[in-house]
Nanobody, 125 residues
């Protein structure tokens, strides 16, 4: 069983930056595609970014391209989401997720078997 624990969320002013971390345990981290998703109050959970097993390939939703960067450190069993130029519309609970079945990144949350508990990001305008 894989456990995922997010950290790094908080309150930040618009235009500011945060770095989220997601530490994995209980599995072979380097064999999982990792993703970040977010869910704003009253809205469905949506894809933010994903990274391949090796970290060579990444994918982003259009609204965060050029502002967010996903990365991973397989030696530390950790995936990161660096968020710059934050906007009020980025306010949400951010979740990391692990996909052990596929080797390509996916935007589909149903492809991810394991989820963290989430970390709140609030951007004040």
């Amino acid at each position: 069983q894989v456990q995922l624990v997010e950290s790094g969320g908080g309150l930040v002013q618009a235009g500011g930056s945060l770095r989220l971390s997601c530490a994995a345990s209980g599995g072979t981290f380097s064999t999982y595609v990792m993703g970040w998703f977010r869910q704003a109050s009253g809205k469905e959970r949506e894809f933010v970014a994903a990274i391949s097993r090796s970290g060579v390939s990444t994918d982003y939703t259009d609204s965060v391209k050029g502002r967010f960067t996903i990365s991973r450190d397989n030696a530390k069993n950790t995936v990161y989401l660096r968020m710059n130029s934050l906007k009020s519309e980025d306010t949400a609970v951010y979740y990391c997720a692990a996909d052990r079945e596929n080797w390509r990144t996916s935007k589909n949350l149903r492809e991810y078997e394991y989820w963290g508990q989430g970390t709140q990001v609030t951007v004040s305008s």
